[in-house]
């Protein structure tokens, strides 16, 4: 139970069956890190055991609360993750949508930071593909959220990587954690997109001092809705369940419906 009051573990089970049991389910899911809470085996683990639930591919990055070791341990026949000290980071290419899985952890801190080696295996990354729709996932945001207590522990080389999304028109997204809350914003000629937390959400304070706090307010997770002509469209899901669906009639004499 995190902070004596959260059961992340029924709440990431109640967003896989929300996912598994969509009319059209998604084709891959993407995990923006903080997987667990201490990075320990046990706790990585269970994780594997929730995420046999979903029937469709799964991709993750660490985030500050992760231990590659131990993440690499358990998830050792994970074709995606690199085998190896050093960041987890990849590219997937056999999708329409072109991934590349950035890791932005520093070992032992809360913020994130990319220098200059991955930086510079993002832009060899980019290069290879300019013409093919990419969307990168990663845990920190780069780019400034108005939470001043999460931005302060936020990906420090924001612009820098930013300078760089921004010479690659073919990203479509980049795609974050850590906030615990749905924040997207236009950035370096791309969306920056924060997915809501699986479990509890931060409280939404802006441009203030106040410590991070959490609320019970509804989990969830974000869609992504790709299509060649039109191009990406994200979607806010709710994790719970809740009645309907229920079809729409208006009645003929609905106002709406008379001539003035």
């Not at 993407?30 to 995420?51: P, V």
């Not at 108005?146 to 612009?159: L, V, Y």
């Not at 106040?210 to 709710?238: I, K, S, Y």
Request: charged share 20%.
């Amino acid at each position: 139970m995190a902070y004596g009051r959260v059961d992340t573990g029924a709440l990431l089970q109640q967003a896989i069956a929300k996912i598994a049991g969509m009319e059209r389910p998604p084709e891959l899911v993407l995990l923006t890190g903080d997987l667990t809470d201490c990075g320990l085996i046990d706790e990585y683990r269970h994780l594997r055991e929730l995420l046999a639930g979903l029937d469709v591919p799964v991709y993750m990055v660490p985030g500050n609360h992760d231990r590659r070791e131990n993440l690499r341990n358990v998830f050792a026949d994970d074709p995606a993750i690199p085998k190896g000290p050093g960041p987890i980071q990849y590219v997937v290419d056999s999708f329409d949508v072109r991934l590349i899985a950035l890791d932005t952890v520093v070992e032992g801190e809360g913020y994130g930071a990319l220098g200059p080696q991955r930086l510079q295996w993002l832009a060899e990354r980019l290069a290879e593909a300019p013409a093919r729709p990419t969307v990168i996932f990663m845990h920190h945001p780069p780019f400034c959220t108005g939470m001043s207590a999460m931005d302060r522990i936020g990906c420090r080389d924001g612009d820098a990587l930013g300078t760089l999304i921004q010479r690659h028109p073919q990203v479509q997204r980049v795609l974050c954690g850590h906030v615990h809350r749905p924040i997207q914003m236009p950035w370096c000629g791309t969306l920056g997109c924060v997915a809501p937390s699986t479990a509890h959400q931060l409280i939404l304070e802006l441009d203030t001092d106040q410590p991070e706090r959490f609320c019970l307010e509804p989990p969830g997770f974000l869609l992504h809705w790709w299509d060649a002509r039109h191009g990406m469209a994200t979607h806010t899901c709710v994790s719970a369940s809740f009645p309907g669906p229920y079809d729409i009639e208006l009645d003929p004499d609905y106002p709406a419906y008379q001539a003035s």
